[in-house]
Nanobody, 114 residues
């Protein structure tokens, strides 16, 4: 079992920044990949960014150049730095980990509005 605890969501103005954190209950060296998905109202959940155990990253086209995924191995934590936010980034952001099967965090709301 892997438990994921997210933090860092909130309300931000367009053009602003937020950093999301996801702490795993086990060593992230035991997790094949971790990532952030998001789900906007009325839309399907989609991948925003992902990082593998080997450090390879993948981003949705809509966030490339604005979002950065990283991890702190000592803290078993993955981060999503989100810059130049737009209202289209408004969504519930879910942390995901894959270790034999997918695990999900509870989600954190990100609202971009003036």
């Amino acid at each position: 079992q892997v438990q994921l605890v997210e933090s860092g969501g909130g309300l931000v103005q367009p053009g602003g920044s937020l950093r999301l954190s996801c702490a795993a209950s086990i060593s992230i060296f035991s997790i094949d990949a971790m990532g952030w998905y998001r789900q906007a109202p009325g839309k399907e959940r989609e991948l925003a960014a992902r990082i593998t155990l080997g450090g390879s990253t993948r981003y949705a086209d809509s966030v490339k150049g604005r979002f950065t995924i990283s991890r702190n191995n000592a803290k078993n934590t993955v981060y999503l730095q989100m810059d130049s936010l737009t209202p289209e980034d408004t969504a519930v952001y879910y942390c995901n980990a894959f270790s034999s099967r997918p695990y999900w965090g509870q989600g954190t709301q990100v609202t971009v509005s003036s």
